[in-house]
Nanobody, 114 residues
Framework: QVQLVESGGGLVQPGGSLRLSCAAS????????MAWYRQAPGKQRELVAH???????NYADSVKGRFTISRDNAKNTVYLQMNGLKSEDTAVYYC????????WGQGTQVTVSS
Protein backbone atom coordinates (compact mmCIF):
# COMPACT_ATOMS: atom_id res chain seq x y z
CA GLN A 1 0.00 0.00 0.00
CA VAL A 2 1.50 3.29 -1.13
CA GLN A 3 1.41 6.02 1.49
CA LEU A 4 1.72 9.77 0.97
CA VAL A 5 2.54 12.02 3.92
CA GLU A 6 2.35 15.77 3.40
CA SER A 7 3.78 18.33 5.82
CA GLY A 8 4.88 21.93 6.07
CA GLY A 9 1.59 23.80 5.96
CA GLY A 10 0.57 26.56 8.32
CA LEU A 11 -0.71 30.07 8.74
CA VAL A 12 1.18 32.74 6.82
CA GLN A 13 0.58 36.38 5.99
CA PRO A 14 0.00 37.51 2.41
CA GLY A 15 3.32 37.77 0.61
CA GLY A 16 4.89 35.14 2.81
CA SER A 17 6.46 31.79 1.97
CA LEU A 18 6.05 28.15 2.89
CA ARG A 19 7.77 24.96 1.82
CA LEU A 20 5.66 21.83 1.65
CA SER A 21 7.09 18.33 1.70
CA CYS A 22 5.60 15.01 0.68
CA ALA A 23 7.15 11.66 1.48
CA ALA A 24 6.02 8.73 -0.63
CA SER A 25 6.46 5.10 0.31
CA UNK A 26 6.71 3.62 -3.14
CA UNK A 27 9.41 1.50 -4.69
CA UNK A 28 11.17 2.99 -7.67
CA UNK A 29 9.87 6.44 -6.73
CA UNK A 30 12.25 8.03 -9.20
CA UNK A 31 10.49 6.62 -12.26
CA UNK A 32 7.19 8.30 -11.48
CA UNK A 33 5.98 11.81 -12.16
CA MET A 34 4.63 13.57 -9.08
CA ALA A 35 2.25 16.45 -8.55
CA TRP A 36 0.84 18.83 -5.99
CA TYR A 37 -2.89 19.45 -5.86
CA ARG A 38 -5.01 21.69 -3.67
CA GLN A 39 -8.60 21.91 -2.58
CA ALA A 40 -10.08 25.13 -1.28
CA PRO A 41 -13.31 25.14 0.75
CA GLY A 42 -16.31 24.56 -1.48
CA LYS A 43 -14.17 23.95 -4.56
CA GLN A 44 -12.95 20.94 -6.49
CA ARG A 45 -9.44 19.66 -6.09
CA GLU A 46 -7.14 21.20 -8.68
CA LEU A 47 -3.72 20.45 -10.07
CA VAL A 48 -1.14 23.02 -8.94
CA ALA A 49 2.14 21.69 -10.36
CA HIS A 50 3.74 18.52 -11.56
CA UNK A 51 7.26 17.25 -12.08
CA UNK A 52 8.30 14.43 -14.39
CA UNK A 53 10.79 11.71 -13.63
CA UNK A 54 13.23 13.81 -15.63
CA UNK A 55 12.52 16.84 -13.44
CA UNK A 56 10.63 18.81 -16.07
CA UNK A 57 8.00 20.96 -14.43
CA ASN A 58 4.62 22.46 -15.25
CA TYR A 59 2.46 24.88 -13.27
CA ALA A 60 -1.09 26.11 -13.14
CA ASP A 61 -1.32 29.67 -14.43
CA SER A 62 -2.47 30.85 -11.00
CA VAL A 63 0.84 29.89 -9.35
CA LYS A 64 3.32 30.29 -12.21
CA GLY A 65 6.29 32.38 -11.15
CA ARG A 66 5.47 32.02 -7.44
CA PHE A 67 5.60 28.28 -6.75
CA THR A 68 8.42 25.83 -7.47
CA ILE A 69 8.07 22.06 -7.44
CA SER A 70 11.15 19.89 -6.94
CA ARG A 71 12.03 16.35 -5.93
CA ASP A 72 14.71 14.42 -4.06
CA ASN A 73 14.63 10.84 -5.32
CA ALA A 74 17.08 9.68 -2.66
CA LYS A 75 14.53 10.67 -0.03
CA ASN A 76 11.39 9.68 -1.98
CA THR A 77 10.22 13.23 -1.40
CA VAL A 78 8.64 15.97 -3.47
CA TYR A 79 8.60 19.62 -2.41
CA LEU A 80 6.56 22.70 -3.17
CA GLN A 81 8.20 26.04 -2.45
CA MET A 82 5.51 28.68 -2.29
CA ASN A 83 6.47 32.35 -2.40
CA GLY A 84 4.35 35.44 -2.69
CA LEU A 85 1.40 33.70 -1.12
CA LYS A 86 -2.06 35.17 -1.63
CA SER A 87 -5.32 34.65 0.21
CA GLU A 88 -6.61 32.65 -2.74
CA ASP A 89 -3.86 30.10 -2.15
CA THR A 90 -5.63 29.05 1.05
CA ALA A 91 -6.43 25.36 0.68
CA VAL A 92 -5.53 21.87 1.76
CA TYR A 93 -2.54 20.78 -0.29
CA TYR A 94 -2.02 17.19 -1.37
CA CYS A 95 0.64 15.39 -3.32
CA UNK A 96 0.11 12.37 -5.53
CA UNK A 97 1.56 10.56 -8.44
CA UNK A 98 0.82 11.93 -11.90
CA UNK A 99 -1.27 11.27 -13.82
CA UNK A 100 -2.23 7.94 -12.25
CA UNK A 101 -3.37 8.51 -8.68
CA UNK A 102 -2.96 6.40 -5.57
CA UNK A 103 -5.05 6.84 -2.38
CA TRP A 104 -4.76 10.38 -1.10
CA GLY A 105 -2.86 11.31 2.04
CA GLN A 106 -4.21 13.57 4.74
CA GLY A 107 -2.97 16.73 3.09
CA THR A 108 -1.53 19.80 4.78
CA GLN A 109 -3.50 22.97 5.45
CA VAL A 110 -2.19 26.26 4.09
CA THR A 111 -3.92 29.39 5.32
CA VAL A 112 -2.94 32.79 3.97
CA SER A 113 -4.37 35.56 6.08
CA SER A 114 -3.38 38.74 7.81
Amino acid sequence: QVQLVESGGGLVQPGGSLRLSCAASRRQFSIYAMAWYRQAPGKQRELVAHITNGASTNYADSVKGRFTISRDNAKNTVYLQMNGLKSEDTAVYYCNFFPSLVPWGQGTQVTVSS
